[in-house]
């Protein structure tokens, strides 16, 4: 093969930093929402049990009163963030990558071209059946064990987002 | 399943393999469960055991070492077809492993001391699932070692005969490189930038420990001759030299150590390159055997220490893809220990030795970009330096003295003073189709990347980067992850753009 070596002007590269993002399907707030929920009323319940049941000094049981304050306080103020970081992540796709934006305070993006994916799996949560949402997993090499997680897809967006990069990735897909 | 095939050949080793299950065997015990003997020893010690029973205890488990590697070596077979490499091993639990002739990352031909007189090797095959799961055919004939390489590199005609007796090279390798005794040398003292810590540290406070050590032995030895010369007011001055020199040359066995391990590993180093495979050749007692296609070359990693920097030498690694590689799922990455060496070169070695790595590659050209020099001072010294530095002054101010707190703003300059160093060094540029990366405080780090092969590319901005429009560019290659923090934002994003070309239009192999 001849090596070649020719000039590239990167201005007049396609830019990542331009595309225009896609948000997660608008079930996934409301998935995320519903997990919170059941999360944080595990955690009420609890420190309301752990308030009602056997005898107690006076101390702990003043102590003991305000766990519930505080898990509901806790509760109003990261089911809000949450929801927010939810709004934030998004995703583009492009011929030949796709990128995934994610991260309320440390904002990040990730830009993955569909010839490096090895494998892509998609991953139905109990939760997440009821509300018909899937998660992608894309696996490259060298990297941890998932390389980028997509959640908040549509089960059959999901779906069809794996046949649509698998395609792309050559000969190399989901073995 | 293929292996239930009754044409495939399965083939046994050596019985001499045995030595090398007891090897490993001896190895793992040491490594997973010799904290626990040392704990069971003490036990027996303490109590009213005798010597005896405990050297019952240890024959027993010397016994259960050599007959599990006896039965090892007894279920290890192993057996080449058109496209891979089959192994069946296990004495409990049964594993059959297959790995396919394109997923090997390099192949290593060892010849330990115990079987080069009876012409047998170790074949180690590296491939880029894990590194755990790196298939070792000890005590195979050496023809038979050196013709399947070829086979497996190559991938050409498969073996059918175990008993072939010269390998066939397709051309004459070329000599790229022959490393002296004294080049190995001087690699051995310049490969473990700890060590030197070590002694310089030693160095340093060798008076008060040395004092205290040596007024042990001297008690414990009757050596009163050397107590009182260390003891004597008038001899003090000789006593002090006579303590710190037994302590320097205590602490220069660490380097001399290094030294004799650089030249049992790396004597006689010969580096070869036939078509497009990399072959290096070393080893004073054992000698080591090790191929390397290419292509799959990831990165190519110039390290210098300030050991190396006063010797003028630059150590090169070659390294491959890494564990986790995706090829199986649950993965996590082990480490790069699948590295090729080329030791202490000579600068201009190093640049013609990484063109001929990475053809085309001007490592000599490389306009660095330095990151935004305030804020990741401003960042390291107050996310990294200065918790460490209050943390370590708080309780001596409050319990000791009110003078302790000084200490912060004098630690704080020399923290300064090396976050400064490190942000010199801090470096990132682009020369054609090669990205660089540099790192090091007094010593450097550059890696060297075809852009083509980067796997995936992370940026990741704070609130407060955002603000400057900065962010820090992660790089992942199939080997390892590189790190350029506060870059500017327009500069990563070039960088991504560039890096995303190569990969998306070319269909070169990156594996």
Known sequence: ???????????????????????????????????????????????????????????????????????????????????????????????????????????????????????????????????????????????????????GLMRERAEQLRAYILDRSGSRGER | MASADPRLHWQRTSPLAVVFFITRFARQFVMNALPAMVLLLGLAAASDLQWPSILAGVLVVVAVGVSASVLSYLRFRFCIT???????????????????????????????????????????????????????????????????????????????????????????????????????VIYGLTVNFFLWVVVAFGAVFSTEISQTFLHRLASRFKLDVLLTTAQS???????????????????????????????????GYRLTVDAETYRKNSGLLSRHDESMKRHKIQAVVWKQNFVARWFGRINIQLRVASAGSGMDSGQLQIGSKSTFLVPALHPAEAIDLTAEFLPGCQSDQVPFSSVDRRRYTLKTLGRDWLPFI????????????????????????????????????????????????????????????????????????????????????????????????????????????LALYYVESTDRPWY
């Open chain 2, 233 to 267: 007011d008038d001899s003090a001055i000789v006593g002090m030299l006579v303590i710190i020199g037994l302590t320097l040359a205590a602490l220069l066995l660490l380097p001399l150590i290094s030294v004799i391990g650089a030249l049992l590993r790396h004597y």
């Open chain 2, 82 to 184: 058109d496209d891979a490499v089959l192994v069946r091993s296990g004495v409990v639990h049964r594993e059959e492993l297959i790995v396919e002739f394109d997923r090997i990352q390099n192949i290593t031909i060892k010849e330990p001391f115990y079987m080069r007189p009876f012409g047998l090797a170790l074949l180690s095959i590296d491939t880029a699932g894990s590194v755990k799961k790196e298939i070792t055919l000890g005590g195979i004939a050496k023809p038979l070692a050196l013709t399947l390489r070829n086979t497996i590199l190559s991938g050409e005609q498969p073996l059918t005969t175990d008993d072939i007796e010269e390998p066939v090279f397709a051309t004459e390798p070329t000599l790229l490189l022959a490393r002296s005794r004294r080049d190995i």
């Open chain 2, 390 to 497: 209050l943390g370590a002054c708080i309780l001596p101010t409050i319990l000791v003295s009110w003078k302790f707190a000084l200490a912060v703003p004098v630690a704080m300059g020399f923290a300064w003073l090396i976050v400064h160093q490190c942000w010199r060094k801090l470096g990132w540029g682009v020369v054609g189709e090669y990205g660089f990366v540099r790192t090091g405080f007094i010593g450097t780090m550059i890696t060297v990347f075809p852009l083509f092969k980067v796997q995936r590319i992370d940026i990741c901005q704070t609130p407060f980067q955002h603000r400057a429009g900065l962010a820090n560019l992660t790089i992942h290659l199939a080997s390892h992850s590189l790190t350029v923090p506060y870059m500017r934002m327009q500069d990563a994003g070039r960088f991504r753009n």
């Open chain 1, 1 to 151: 093969m001849a090596f070649l070596n020719l000039q590239i002007d990167t201005n007049d590269l396609p830019r990542a930093a331009d595309l225009e993002m896609e948000p997660m399907a608008p079930a996934y707030e409301r998935e995320v929402l519903t997990q919170q929920l059941i999360v944080w009323g595990i955690v009420f319940l609890t420190s309301i049990i752990l308030y009602l049941v056997g005898d107690k000094p006076e101390m702990l049981k003043h102590f003991l009163a305000l766990l519930p304050l505080a898990a509901l306080l806790l509760a109003m103020l990261i089911i809000p963030l949450r929801i927010k970081q939810v709004r934030v992540k998004a995703i583009a796709l492009r011929e030949h990558d796709i990128a995934y934006r994610s991260g309320l305070f440390f904002r990040k993006t990730v830009m993955l071209a569909f010839n490096r994916v090895q494998h892509i799996e998609v991953t139905v949560g109990p939760l997440q059946r009821r509300f018909g949402l899937a998660s992608l997993k894309f696996f490259t090499a060298g990297g941890s064990a998932v390389d980028l997680k997509v959640d």
